[in-house]
């Protein structure tokens, strides 16, 4: 009993020593079967889980399945909230299901939301979840954002300039009022505050860089700030291009729009972007604060990202501006003014308005590009909504709460947006066809501020929710900062998709979608068995990382064909401690935390 005890705290020490230097968290995963098979009789279809790395607060969610060319444009819902427009949409959301670490079971009736039985067929299935039962972890103390904004205030970089996955991400914020931003790279000892990189983004004598920065897809040397000048001689507003120096002045990029800016002389609020992809980079013409103002404005800028020329400006004004908000007591032009993009889709907000959107930016009309769009009327992001309001319904306001000052998508296109002022709710949650699915909290939040939440969604050993930790400024909650001190804060996600099926599965079949197991047997010593399936044949790869982010093996790198598949991974050369694993096929990838004993 005695070297037992000595052997559970030597590996106590050896995990307490790696953490002491390295981020590494408990990243959250389900295990689940990507084809299911239901008779769609009215009994309970049940559905095995396993959950590993944290619990998690999960979603059970069916859809639609390839029927989006016949579901076509549709308004429905209380005063008509939410349009869809050519994508699957929501047949079922059940409430939340707490699920602990390990086996789990999941049940569905086979009904839709209003009780009725589905006819039989093929749907899409989608569990969601995050950890809601343990506090948030600091991934960086060095992050201290400036509190008087209500802007999006950070971007997580998750793929490197060539479009494929960073070992580590990265997030860039603003690092006080003035015109210095942050670097931190995730992964990074938390306590070691010298590991932050600031940048003085400069331009010129009256003119502001503001809040959003976010690195050149293509070149991630270089940055694009929003800012502008507002002067009695003119106004102007746009982006900047500068190269990053670390710990330096930035260097605005001479040859890209005008000595590294391109803007546009009409007046537009701050907060409008921007955020970027290979081609363009956008941002807005709006102007929310505009409250007697009667000149619709809202415009949808593209900027190209070689040369900085505003090539293209689409009017959003049919969705984001409204006479009859302004005639309500509100305003009449909302935004957007906060941006993301996951999967070549843009996804809008702003806190001054209830409206949020999901928008293809490469198609040519912006009507026929919105794919779904949420406004007023679930009781989700919403404005006025309460019976005795003053001013029932109306949506475009920037003086009422709540407020949400990010708007995210993770790789299954789930939703949330960071809420601030309605009471100790973190944010607000959204399926991707843009039902609303209600506010939620992390453990341990207050109310007050809440600036950003940005999904690490890509199969590194970060994945999760990293957010801000500004609820912790609030003095009338926290008068004591050491108690809750401001900075970066991490939490378990994860969102799967799978389908379920009236059609016989064969046991022997290719899996619909790439699934990867938890190592088996975990901890292990010194070898574990590693379980996955791959939709096709192709080049698949595993590799093994250490908790600092450093490949210390590669299992497999062949040509294998789709289906099941296994392999044994021998440790016995390595330390004891925490590793990651990922599984690359094709366009896929996913990483899993595991544990060596000795």
């Known amino acids: 009993m005695k070297k037992i005890a000595v052997m559970v705290f030597a590996l106590a020490l050896v995990y307490s020593l790696a953490n002491a230097v390295n981020f590494a968290p408990p990243v ?14 009215g009994t309970a279809l049940k559905i095995p889980v396993t959950v590993s790395g944290t619990p998690a607060a999960t979603f059970f969610c069916v859809f639609s399945k390839d029927k989006a060319e016949t579901i076509g444009e549709v308004r429905n819902g209380h005063l008509g909230w939410h349009y869809v427009n050519k994508i699957d949409t929501s047949i079922y959301i059940s409430t939340i299901t707490p699920l602990d670490i390990g086996t789990n079971t999941i049940e569905w009736n086979g009904k839709d939301e209003n009780g009725v039985m589905v006819p039989s ?48 991400p990265f997030i860039y914020f603003p690092q006080d009022e003035t015109n210095y931003k942050g670097k931190w790279v995730i992964g990074n000892d938390p306590e070691d505050l010298g590991l932050l990189e600031t940048c003085n983004a400069y331009w010129a004598d009256n003119w502001s860089v503001e809040w959003v920065v976010i690195p050149v897809p293509n070149d991630l040397t270089d940055i694009f700030a929003q800012g502008g000048v507002s002067s009695s001689v003119g106004n102007s507003r746009g982006v900047f291009r500068f190269n990053w120096v670390p710990n330096g002045n930035a260097t605005p990029v001479a ?49 190209a990202i070689d040369d900085g020329t505003i090539e293209q400006r689409k009017d959003m004004s049919g969705w984001w501006c409204s006479i009859e908000d302004k005639n309500g007591g509100g305003q009449l032009n909302g935004g957007p003014n906060g941006y993301s993009q996951r999967g070549g889709y843009l996804f809008m907000g702003s806190h001054s308005s209830c409206l949020v959107q999901m928008v293809d930016p490469n198609v040519d009309d912006y009507l026929e590009g919105v794919k779904w769009s949420n406004k007023n009327g679930d009781y989700v992001y919403d404005h006025h909504y309460l019976a005795d309001d003053s001013k029932p319904w109306v949506c475009n306001d920037f003086r009422t709460p709540p407020f949400w000052t990010s708007f995210q998508a993770d790789a299954n296109f789930f939703c949330i947006g960071a ?41 590194s050993p970060y994945d999760g929710i990293i957010s801000d930790n500004q609820s912790s400024l609030s003095i009338d909650e926290n008068p004591d900062q050491s108690i809750h001190p401001p900075g970066l804060m991490w939490t378990g996600h994860d969102s799967v998709k799978g389908v379920i099926t009236s059609n016989p599965v064969a046991v022997d079949e290719a899996p619909a979608s790439f699934s ?83």
Not at 30 to 40: G, R, T
Not at 121 to 140: C, H, I, V
Not at 262 to 275: F, K, L, R, W
């Open 28 to 41: 959250l995963h389900y295990s689940v079967s990507s084809v299911i098979q239901y008779d769609f009789d």
């Open 121 to 168: 067929g093929e749907y899409t299935y989608y569990l969601w979840g995050y950890d809601n039962q343990n506090p948030k972890m600091f991934a960086s103390k060095a992050v201290q954002l400036p509190e008087s904004n209500f802007c999006e205030m950070a971007h997580l970089q998750e793929l490197d300039q060539d479009g494929l996955p960073l070992a580590r």
């Open 255 to 303: 040859t890209w729009g005008e000595n590294g800016y391109a803007g546009i002389s009409e007046i537009y609020d701050g907060g409008s972007g921007p955020t970027a992809d290979n081609n363009y980079v956008y941002c807005a013409n709006q102007s929310y604060h505009d409250r007697t103002g009667d000149v619709p404005t809202s415009e949808l800028l593209y900027i």
């Open 419 to 459: 809420l601030s002022s309605l009471g100790s709710a973190s944010f607000a949650l959204a399926a991707p066809d843009g039902t609303g699915i209600g506010n939620f909290s992390f453990a341990g939040d207050t109310y007050g501020n809440k600036f950003f939440d940005n999904f690490c969604d890509y199969g």
């Open 516 to 598: 990867v197991a938890q190592n088996s047997p975990n901890p292990f010593n010194p070898t574990t068995t590693i379980g996955f399936s791959v939709p096709e044949a192709g080049n698949v790869s595993i590799d093994v990382f250490n908790v600092a982010g450093q490949k210390v093996d590669t299992v497999a790198s062949e040509f294998m064909s789709a289906g099941s598949h296994s392999v044994t991974w021998n440790a016995s050369g390595l330390s004891a401690g925490v590793y990651f694993y990922t599984v690359k096929a094709g366009g896929f990838a996913k990483t899993i935390k595991m544990t060596l004993l000795k």
